[in-house]
Nanobody, 127 residues
Framework: QVQLAESGGGLVQAGGSLRLSCAASERTVSSYAMGWFRQAPGKEREFVAN????????RYADSVKGRFTISRDTAMNTLYLQMNSLKPEDSAVYYC????????????????????WGQGTQVTVSS
C-alpha cells in the first residue's frame, strides 16, 4: 500500500519561497511517476508538476513554469516541490500523488492517472 504525507506548507508573503515535501512509503518515489496538484477554495484540483519514473523528465503547468521545481530523493523516499516567487494566486491546498501504472502522452496532468494521494498541505500567499 502506497502512503504519502505532505508537509512544508504555511503562510508566506508574495515573492517568497516555500519547499513542500512528500514523504512516501518505501520505494514509491523510485518506482512510480509522481505529481503535485493543488486545489483552491471553490475550484477544481489542478495539475502543478510531474516527474517521471526515471526521475529525468519533469513537466509543469504553464502557471508555475520557471518558478516551481519538482525533484525527488530516492534514498529518502521523498518528493519535493520548491516554490519561488510565490503569488497570491498560488494559495491552495497542495497534494502529492503517485501514478502506479504506466502512461503516455499528456495524461500526466490528469487526476485520473494517479492512484494514490496524500492528505494535502495548505499554502497561503499574502499580498
Amino acid at each position: 500500500q502506497v502512503q504519502l504525507a505532505e508537509s512544508g506548507g504555511g503562510l508566506v508573503q508574495a515573492g517568497g519561497s516555500l519547499r513542500l515535501s512528500c514523504a512516501a512509503s518505501e520505494r514509491t518515489v523510485s518506482s512510480y511517476a509522481m505529481g503535485w496538484f493543488r486545489q483552491a477554495p471553490g475550484k477544481e484540483r489542478e495539475f502543478v508538476a510531474n516527474i517521471d519514473r526515471s526521475g529525468t523528465i519533469t513537466r509543469y503547468a504553464d502557471s508555475v513554469k520557471g518558478r516551481f521545481t519538482i525533484s525527488r530523493d530516492t534514498a529518502m523516499n521523498t518528493l519535493y516541490l520548491q516554490m519561488n516567487s510565490l503569488k497570491p494566486e498560488d494559495s491552495a491546498v497542495y497534494y502529492c500523488a503517485a501514478a502506479t501504472l504506466p502512461y503516455s502522452g499528456r495524461v500526466y496532468a490528469d487526476l485520473r492517472t494517479y492512484a494514490y494521494w496524500g492528505q494535502g498541505t495548505q499554502v497561503t500567499v499574502s499580498s
